[in-house]
């Protein structure tokens, strides 16, 4: 079995004693090389013993976590983040947006098994980081992480057509990039629906409403801005009604 080197960055003693007891007692993969109380001491560390995997709070004194990344060149970043996090509801529709690995506080041992299990699955890459710090602060344009078998996209919640699931895939379709296959299901973008102008129609569909050129409420189908087709469920119909009226 491989080691993988990791640190913890957390001012909270009490916050990073729990965390290195949870990966201790249930990972024996997770070798825990250090503990760090701030952004500082945790560059000097991370060049020092190069770590694998980065255990990292948001909200420190001082720096905050998003801010490590400053004081390393992109090309330098070859280790992977988890953030270890209390934020708001608000703040966790930006993480899954950016496709980057968080945990919420107290750290629970069904959640890290999730994010350990995601994070072998991305990689080290700087864009998921800067779309997140993007989306926190509260900027207008705001973006989602997309990745395809071959490739990370980084598309505008407005350039978003609609959304479908098949399968477990789901298909995006932007009026940019056109179809994105990804290896998520629908309800992982469900998100969309309370952080922008989105309406699941159907089990299939999530559909942008900005993007919407006709309702035939006859035949339950809706034309949208590049003229594909989209199912709307007879229940959901009083409801997007309502969406445009409001």
Same mark, same amino acid.
């Given at each position: ?7 913890? &960055?957390?001012?909270?003693? !009490?916050? %990073? ?16 090389? +250090? ?5 500082p001491e945790a560059v000097k560390t991370i ?28 090309? /330098?970043?070859? =280790? ?18 950016? +496709? ?12 890290? /098994? ?10 080290? *890459?700087t864009v998921q980081y800067k779309v997140l ?8 344009? %705001?973006? $989602? ?8 996209? &980084? $598309? ?5 057509? =609609? ?15 056109? $179809? ?19 309406? %699941? ?17 006859? *035949?339950? &189908?809706?034309?949208?801005?590049n003229e594909a087709q989209v199912h709307l469920?007879?229940?959901?119909? !009083? /409801?997007?009604?309502? %969406?445009?009226? &409001?």
């Amino acid at each position: 079995m491989e080691l993988i080197k990791a640190i913890i &960055v957390d001012d909270e003693p !009490n916050a %990073r004693k729990a965390l290195r007891g949870l990966l201790t007692d249930n990972f024996a993969e997770i070798q825990i090389i +250090a503990d760090c109380s701030n952004v500082p001491e945790a560059v000097k560390t991370i060049n020092k013993y190069k770590p694998d995997l980065v255990f990292l709070d948001i909200d420190m004194p001082g720096y905050s976590g998003f801010e490590l990344l400053e004081f390393f060149d992109e090309q /330098q970043i070859w =280790f992977k983040i988890i953030f270890v996090t209390a934020y708001s509801e608000y703040s966790l529709r930006a993480f899954e947006a950016s +496709a980057v690995d968080y945990i919420l506080k107290p750290v629970r041992l069904e959640h890290m /098994q999730r994010a350990l299990k995601k994070v072998n699955l991305l990689p080290s *890459d700087t864009v998921q980081y800067k779309v997140l710090r993007d989306n926190l602060s509260h900027q207008q344009d %705001r973006k $989602v992480v997309l990745q395809t078998s071959e490739t990370i996209y &980084v $598309v505008n919640q407005d350039d978003i057509i =609609f959304i479908q699931a098949e399968g477990s895939y789901t298909k995006i379709i932007t009026a940019t990039h056109g $179809v994105l296959t990804i290896t998520k299901k629908l309800l992982d973008f469900e998100y969309l629906e309370s952080d922008g102008p989105f309406f %699941r129609t159907h089990r299939s569909y999530l559909v942008n409403l900005n993007h919407i050129k006709k309702i035939d409420k006859k *035949d339950f &189908v809706l034309i949208m801005s590049n003229e594909a087709q989209v199912h709307l469920a007879q229940d959901k119909k !009083n /409801q997007l009604i309502e %969406r445009f009226t &409001v």
